[in-house]
């Protein structure tokens, strides 16, 4: 019976570290992918603050060409 307990235990510990060799590549893909999203977080938050910042631009542009406009209507 003793011999029984020896294998099973052998085939649990077997099974284990093919499982631990089998995830370890895809844990290191995880690590990756996880700082390859931070990045590409920042970039998207880099993104959208420069877009706001060329709405804010192209509406002071076109309050500049108004009263330009006005200007030069009003200098005639």
Same mark, same amino acid.
């Given at each position: 019976? $003793?011999? &029984?307990?020896?294998?099973? +235990?052998?085939?649990?510990?077997?099974?284990?570290v093919?499982?631990? &060799?089998?995830?370890? $590549?895809?844990?290191?893909?995880?690590?990756?992918?996880?700082?390859?999203?931070? #990045?590409?977080? #920042?970039?998207? #938050? =880099?993104g %959208? #603050?420069?877009?706001l910042? /060329? %709405?804010? /631009?192209? +509406?002071? +542009?076109? &309050?500049?060409? %108004?009263?330009? =406009?006005?200007?030069?209507?009003?200098?005639?």
């Open positions: 019976m $003793p011999v &029984i307990w020896w294998v099973l +235990a052998g085939v649990v510990v077997l099974s284990l093919v499982l631990a &060799i089998a995830l370890v $590549p895809v844990l290191k893909r995880l690590v990756r992918l996880r700082s390859e999203m931070t #990045a590409l977080q #920042a970039r998207a #938050a =880099e %959208e #603050a420069l877009r910042r /060329l %709405e804010e /631009l192209t +509406a002071d +542009a076109q &309050i500049v060409r %108004e009263r330009l =406009e006005n200007f030069r209507t009003d200098s005639r």
